[in-house]
């Protein structure tokens, strides 16, 4: 472990392109760097930040209840990793389609995991005629003995359809805080349309039981042709899902070109894309705003231009008292790490910690730190403590 003092002054103008995540991101601009500017004060340097390990593309984390954590790499490995850093790769896990933003997605512990070891985790799988689309399955964690390991993998969720490429997959997922639900964010897969049909799960936010199958108080349950397991539909690339600590369930996804969007996800609720969008396509056609549709909920707040937003907690540790509360969002071409304060269930970026990095995941430790993954080959796992 090193101690690397994160200097906010250094470099901190550079507003990278967003390569991975969204292919057609547009890069820096004179606008986005005058945004940043104004947004963080340079001298501003909160947090000690200490490296604790490196990742190949790592793209979830969670934490185990001793207190080490579950790494997943975006080419189909899962690492169990203790506080010192110290990684041994499980094994059991699916095979995945890797490639473009597919592969192994998230991880998260079910409920009951201290007396069930089940965990959750999504990944990319391949069909037919070069479709692929993401799944959600859940399995048993065995931490006994020397090689941990998955085992009794079981699907208990699918894409559908399945479509061609290789982006916009989504998969986050998150229990609600009585354990009594999964919910699944599910991406547009870049097709558009299918955000808006009642007939496909892409483009969705899903509510299922934990074994996978669908409540009978769903929304959509009884519209006819309608698919089951939607709770909430018109979303884009959904790349963070939490709930905050009254039980409100929110989302974060990324937009077309800007307007990515902090949503309050809401029963039933449309969210308006393709049709609607603060950002517009990249091919320049026009997207018109919320306001002109109020049949579709608007976010709560909203980004242009892009911070490209990967990652999702609600802060509630003793370590940074002032942001109990706060929401904390990964920033990919922004490189940053975005904290959004909240007023009722209005919401704004308070602040924006510049990284020097793309950040993919943002998780609370149990000790009350926050913990960063970067993006990419070599990602590092970071930890944020107060500066001392
Ligand atoms: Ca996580
Ligand atoms: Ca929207």
């Not at 095979?95 to 069930?116: K, M, R």
């Not at 558009?192 to 409540?215: C, S, V």
């Not at 608007?298 to 509360?325: C, D, H, M, N, R």
């Amino acid at each position: 472990m090193k101690n690397i003092g994160l200097s906010l002054s250094v470099a901190i103008l550079t507003v990278a392109c967003s390569q991975g995540d969204d292919a057609q991101a547009t890069g820096s601009t004179s606008e986005e760097v005058q945004t940043l500017t104004d947004i963080s004060p340079v001298d501003r340097k909160p947090f000690d930040v200490t490296e604790i390990a490196g990742f190949d593309e790592p793209w979830a984390m969670t934490f185990l209840p001793d207190g080490r954590m579950l790494v997943s790499e975006k080419a189909g490995k899962l690492q169990l990793v203790d506080a010192k850093g110290q990684k041994t790769e499980i094994s059991g896990v699916p095979e995945v389609d890797y490639g473009g933003q597919g592969g192994f997605g998230d991880i998260v512990l079910a409920p009951d995991f201290a007396t069930s070891n089940m965990v959750y985790l999504s990944w990319v799988e391949a069909g037919d005629e070069d479709t692929r689309g993401a799944v959600v399955g859940r399995a048993k964690l065995v931490l006994a003995g020397q090689k941990p390991a998955l085992k009794n993998l079981k699907t208990i969720w699918k894409q559908n359809p399945k479509v061609s490429g290789r982006g916009h997959f989504s998969h986050r997922i998150a229990f609600s805080p009585d354990g009594e639900y999964l919910f699944i964010g599910s991406g547009e897969r870049q097709k558009f349309d299918p955000a808006q049909d009642m007939t496909a799960n892409l483009g969705k936010i899903i509510r299922i039981y934990p074994d996978g199958t669908i409540p009978k108080d769903n929304p959509f349950v009884d519209q006819e042709g309608a698919l089951p397991e939607i709770w909430s539909l018109g979303h884009r690339n959904i790349l963070g899902l939490a709930f905050d600590k009254e039980g409100r369930l929110w989302n974060q996804e990324m937009g077309p070109k800007a307007g990515d969007e902090l949503n309050l996800v809401q029963r039933g609720a449309n969210y308006g894309y393709p049709i609607v969008s603060e950002g517009d396509h990249y091919d320049g056609k026009k997207i018109p705003n919320h306001d002109t549709r109020p049949e579709f909920k608007a976010p709560k707040t909203f980004w242009v231009p892009t911070i490209a937003p990967s990652g999702l907690i609600f802060y509630s540790g003793e370590l940074f008292p002032a942001w109990q509360g706060s929401a904390f969002i990964g920033g990919l071409a922004s490189q940053a790490l975005i904290r959004v304060s909240f007023e009722g269930d209005s919401a704004k970026e308070a602040d924006r910690f510049l990284m020097g990095a793309r950040i993919r995941e943002v998780e609370q430790g149990p000790d009350g730190a926050i913990y960063v993954l970067e993006d990419g080959e070599g990602g590092r796992l970071l930890k944020l403590t107060p500066t001392g």
